[in-house]
Nanobody, 124 residues
Framework: QVQLVESGGGLVQAGGSLRLSCAASGRTFSSYAMGWFRQAPGKEREFVAAIGAITWRSGQTSYVDSVKGRFTISRDNAKNTVYLQMNSLKPEDTAVYYC??????????????WGQGTQVTVSS
């Protein structure tokens, strides 16, 4: 079992930056792919970014097109933490952001464990 706790959300003006963090429990963090998802009011949860374990294609990353060039996902296996650096934020980035852990190292097997979410609000 993996427990995930997100932090770093808040209110920011358009064009600003935030860094989300997700601390994971357990000794298997480094072997799991990790991801970030978001859900805006009245919308479905959507994929934002993911990073594989280092053993899978050297920790390949993947992003939804709408955040490419603005968001960066990274991980620190020594700290059992995954980050989402968000720059040039737009009002349409407003959502609850969720951290997720896969039960495997790759980016194709889906995500099994979820955090409770952190609110990100971007004002225009």
């Amino acid at each position: 079992q993996v427990q995930l706790v997100e932090s770093g959300g808040g209110l920011v003006q358009a064009g600003g930056s935030l860094r989300l963090s997700c601390a994971a429990s357990g000794r298997t963090f480094s072997s799991y792919a990790m991801g970030w998802f978001r859900q805006a009011p009245g919308k479905e949860r959507e994929f934002v970014a993911a990073i594989g374990a280092i053993t899978w294609r050297s920790g390949q990353t993947s992003y939804v097109d709408s955040v490419k060039g603005r968001f960066t996902i990274s991980r620190d296996n020594a700290k059992n933490t995954v980050y989402l650096q968000m720059n040039s934020l737009k009002p349409e980035d407003t959502a609850v952001y969720y951290c997720a852990a896969s039960g495997s190292s790759d980016l194709v097997s889906g995500f099994k464990y979820w955090g409770q979410g952190t609110q990100v609000t971007v004002s225009s």
